[in-house]
C-alpha cells in the first residue's frame, strides 16, 4: 500500500492551519515558534496538516487521533501504530505527503534553474554520464543547464534525498547513493513544475488520494 497527495499551501484556509498547531506535540510547536518567517511555519504546519488528513484517509481514524514525533534524526514519526510509516516533502508553495505500510522517504523539487557544478558535486560519474548523455568536460559545467538536463538532475536529486529519508538518517554524502541501484524502489511523479520521487524497500503502485 502506498498513498500520497500533493496540496498548495495556498488552498490551507487559516482555520486548517491552527487546527494543525494545536495537534501538535510540545517539541514540534517548538520547532514551530523557532523557524524564520511566515512562510517557512506554514510549509511545516501544511505538512502536518496534510500528513493527519492522509493518515486518517487510509486508517479511518480522525486527524487529530496520530501522535506524531521526531525520532533521533528529527524525521516525523507516528507513535500509536507500528506497521504504517509517513514522510513529507516540500518545495516552494507544494506540499507532498506519502504514507505506506514499509518505511517510505519521499522528496519533491520545484524544475528550476541550477548550475551545472551542483550537479558535479552530488551524482557520480554514471549519474553525469545520465544527465549529459556522455562523459562531461569541463565546459559542459559553465552554463546553467539546459531544460533537458534539468529535468534529468532533478531525477537524480530527488532519489537521493528521498533516499536519505527513507534509511532515516539525514543526508550524509550523496555521492555515495547511486540512484541506479536496484536494492530499492522509486516511484516518480512529475509535471511540467515539479519531480517526485518516492523511495521505498518494496516495488508499490503508488495511489494518488485527493483530500
Request: charged content about 25%; overall charge neutral.
Amino acid at each position: 500500500m502506498l498513498k500520497y497527495t500533493i496540496k498548495n499551501i495556498a488552498d490551507i484556509s487559516d482555520e486548517e492551519y491552527k487546527k494543525s498547531y494545536s495537534l501538535m506535540n510540545p517539541q514540534r510547536r517548538e520547532k514551530i515558534q523557532r523557524l524564520k518567517g511566515e512562510a517557512s511555519q506554514k510549509r511545516t504546519l501544511a505538512g502536518e496538516w496534510l500528513s493527519r488528513r492522509l493518515l486518517s484517509h487510509v486508517t479511518g481514524q480522525n486527524p487529530g487521533f496520530f501522535s506524531i514525533s521526531p525520532d533521533e534524526y528529527g524525521k516525523p514519526q507516528l507513535e500509536n501504530f507500528s506497521d504504517i510509516f509517513f514522510n513529507i516533502s516540500h518545495s516552494k508553495n507544494t506540499i507532498v505527503a506519502a504514507v505506506c505500510d514499509e518505511k517510505i522517504g519521499v522528496d519533491i523539487e520545484e524544475i528550476r534553474p541550477v548550475s551545472p557544478k551542483l550537479a558535479k558535486k552530488i551524482c557520480t560519474a554514471e549519474e553525469l554520464l545520465y544527465i549529459f548523455g556522455k562523459a562531461p568536460t569541463c565546459a559542459d559545467f559553465d552554463d546553467n543547464l539546459n531544460p533537458l538536463f534539468l529535468k534529468r538532475f532533478f531525477e537524480i536529486w530527488t532519489i537521493k534525498e528521498a533516499y536519505f529519508k527513507y534509511i532515516g538518517t539525514g543526508i550524509t554524502e550523496f555521492q555515495t547513493v547511486s540512484t541506479l541501484s536496484d536494492s530499492f524502489s522509486k516511484i516518480k511523479i512529475e509535471n511540467d513544475n515539479f519531480i517526485v520521487h518516492m523511495v521505498t524497500s518494496a516495488k508499490a503502485v503508488a495511489e494518488f488520494v485527493r483530500v
